[in-house]
């Protein structure tokens, strides 16, 4: 039997399924909804282009993508495929990805994340907020994915 703890996931109820949706046709079509943009990553069992909406965040002079809902398929894709695309209208990105695993750099990202996405995900940090301590921050840091992302056009 094995010890290791089902890693934190928030699933997505049918109406937020529908909602995202939206938001990722909107970015599609050059309609970003408070900076949000459509991310592209190959399915690592399919091979198919998975899309889904995504709000990607600059701190420090990098961009991050941050996984409020934990580790996601999107994240798991992520990982494997190591990049993808953002979409906002025409403009279409490629970048690659690194994960960012040390839980104080992550604490910070989070940090500044919170206080611009707070209002659309504090729901997934489990009463974590832009306002917590450094040691909250680190202890959610592990449920919540973060990839700096280097656009290659």
């Not at 839980?103 to 940090?111: G, M, S, T, V």
Request: net charge positive; charged share 20%.
């Amino acid at each position: 039997m094995s010890s290791t703890p089902t890693p934190y996931y928030v699933q997505a109820s049918p109406f937020a399924v529908r909602f995202n949706a939206l938001f990722g046709k909107l970015a599609r079509f050059g309609i970003s909804l408070a900076g949000t943009a459509e991310l592209s990553v190959r399915g690592r069992k399919s091979g198919e282009m998975q899309r889904i909406p995504v709000n990607p965040h600059t701190y420090g002079g990098a961009q991050y993508l941050v996984s409020a809902r934990g580790h996601s398929q999107w994240v798991r894709n992520m990982r494997v495929a190591g990049g993808g695309e953002l979409r906002v209208g025409r403009r279409l990105r490629t970048f690659a990805a690194t994960e960012i695993t040390d839980p104080a750099e992550k604490a910070a990202i989070l940090r500044a994340y919170l206080e611009k996405w707070g209002w659309e995900v504090n729901r997934f940090f489990q009463g974590v907020t832009a306002k917590s301590s450094d040691a909250e921050l680190r202890a959610a840091a592990g449920d919540h994915p973060v990839f700096r992302i280097t656009v290659s056009n």
